[in-house]
């Protein structure tokens, strides 16, 4: 079968490997951005850490990234980038007692500003999924690290095409409560016709769509595992 | 951006997975350009596993009267069968409704980028040569592109040339292809794709007639516009506005030749594409161009640079006599 994609890839992850200091940095800090959420809940699950010590953990496992370099030694062929993350993360919390002393060095690595009290609310609520299996929790926040970004690129791009109203639109029929609204009622409530609420609908769903593909090939170290994530979280092969 | 909940992720999870076909066929893949009414996707044919370009209407733009000229664009194109003009392969219309038609993905750069490595002059002058034969053809068709501009041309990674975006185009005279027996019938039923009275085109490479009286517009107006590439893939400048061609640097023939095209009367342009590709081939041939009142003295050089072998055969052996006959003294 043809390949329907470039073979040149724009993968933070392979920044995060270039001998450049400074694109290095950049994907170095593209992939903490979008996996730090993914590594505290795996650590709170699978290794019951408490809160502070995941955090702590969770910081240790971006800064040892960066400082260590260890993105340079991930082999994308031999397996895929989160089972290289994960490995990391078991291993740190493994040594986690030697390694103490190290941790506390800076190395020029920013601490991320997190925002995790609704996870928090989610892992020590009554209803935490203490059944769940860790790896697919770490798929799930995976998952919403995805759409968030796409749609915060989406956002920004649609302000700045003069097309905020199409993505409130869109936000209102698939984020609020779709009972509640038809494409009619968001017709009336905008002053636009019912076929141009639907149009504009699915204009968005397609941009959103590529900015999902796009944010995942920026988070994929190949093209198998593009392709892997992407039918994993849209359903199909893309 | 808050957090998404669990229930949003999985609307938009579904949202996602029902938005990326179209006809059950052509898989979306990525953006490639976005204008004023329209987008160009790139897509995946599942059918004949090959890539494609698709373009459609950018959603803000829909309204019945565009979707009619984004499908009678691809209703026109699609009767312009030649090497240089993207091909056609499908036109259909998503679940929406939108129009949208399938053409070969071109895998290049627009002649814009690439502009900087393109060569010398002759190289530069040929490369015209090239785009100057799909319009020619378009016209010959009937079909006046009304945008051609360096952004409008890709250059393909083995140097093939494509114009592009017939988006403007229209037909210079209708009943034309009513005449053509193999002009098909879509043809003609396209022939105003755009409002009487409006400015098309881009300014700069745009006709001062297009301008002033859009509903006038003639095959001339892509002879203006390629005049303009002409100093363009020359100086690598873009004429800043209308008549101000920065051509000074350029050999007197090549300035006529310019000027000619760029005439601000149509009248005064060449009477064809084909003219003025059959000048600009003069010119590469070291022949005299039609568009210049060549002075003797330049004559002489252009005739002498034309036939130097032979100029310094004959002048050779005329020295070598002269010796000789010294020598015989």
Redesign the interface.
Known sequence: ??D??PLTRHSAIEAGRSPDERTRRLGYERVARAYWRPVLAYLRLRHRLARADAEDVTQQILERLWDRQLLAEFRPERARFRTFLRTCIDHLVANRSRDAAAAKRGGGWQPLAK?IS??EQLLDGEAAPIAEDAEALFE?EF??TV??EA??AL?EDYAA???SL?LEIFEQY??EN?DEWSHQDLAVRHGLTT??V???L?????????R???TLESLTATEEEFRAEAER????R? | ?T??S?G??A???A??????ELAGRY?????LGRGGMGVVYLA?DAQL???VAIKTL???A?DPRLAARLRREAQLVGALEHPGIVPVHDLGF?????PYYVMRYVDGETLEASAATLGGEAARLRLLLRICEPVAFAHARGVVHRDLKPANVMIGRFGEVWVMDFGLATLADPTFAARDADAPSATAGAARLTEAGAALGTPGYRAPEQEERSSEVTRAADIYALGCVLAFLLTGRHPAQRGSLDIASLAAPLRAIARTACAANPAERYGSVTELAADISRYVDAERVSAYDEPWLAGARRWLRRHRFVVALVATYLALRILFALWQR
Not at chain 1, 233 to 236: A, E, M, S, V
């Open positions: 079968m043809a329907p994609f925002d609704e996870l799930r998952t919403r759409f968030e749609m915060r956002q095409r003069g097309r199409d698939e984020l779709r076929s141009a639907t149009n504009r699915a204009s968005v769903r397609r941009d959103l769509r590529l999902v593909l796009a979280i849209l359903g199909r893309p | 951006m957090r998404l669990d949003q992720v609307r938009l999870r949202a996602c997975g029902a938005a990326d898989r979306i893949e990525r953006e995946f596993e090959r890539r950018d959603v803000a829909v998503d679940a929406e409704g939108t």
